[in-house]
């Protein structure tokens, strides 16, 4: 599966930016799709998981109520909405469909 993320930036504190990740030869919904993220110097984390075919979804409990999974099938892209984001959430962020994974999208929260 060819897994492909953007939507990454530079954001100030409390601000917003979504994340988009979709997958060439397939469709998302046939897949469990997972963010994750890394920062320097630290493991990779999940943040955020949606379930395949159906809306289940999980988060890591630093970003519950900052971060929303979604996954829209007419555009085949599962979308990972970020909000109140904090400067502790800058890492590289990863979409992993299956077993594959993209290319990482850099986010930085700094003022």
């Known amino acids: 599966v060819h897994v492909v993320e953007f939507g990454g930036g530079l954001v100030q504190p409390g601000g917003s930016l979504r994340l988009s990740c979709t997958t060439s030869?397939?469709?998302?919904n046939e897949w469990a799709i997972r963010w994750y993220r890394q920062a320097p110097g630290k493991e990779r984390e999940?943040?955020?998981?949606?379930?395949?075919?159906?809306?289940?979804?999980h988060y890591e409990d630093s970003v519950k109520g900052r971060f929303t999974i979604s996954r829209d099938n007419a555009k085949n892209t599962v979308y990972l909405q970020m909000n109140s984001l904090r400067p502790e959430d800058t890492a590289v962020y990863y979409c992993?469909?299956?077993?594959?994974w993209g290319q990482g999208t850099q986010v930085t929260v700094s003022s």
């Open positions: 999940m943040v955020a998981a949606i379930d395949s075919y159906v809306d289940n979804v």
């Open positions: 992993r469909a299956g077993g594959d």
């Open positions: 030869g397939t469709t998302v």
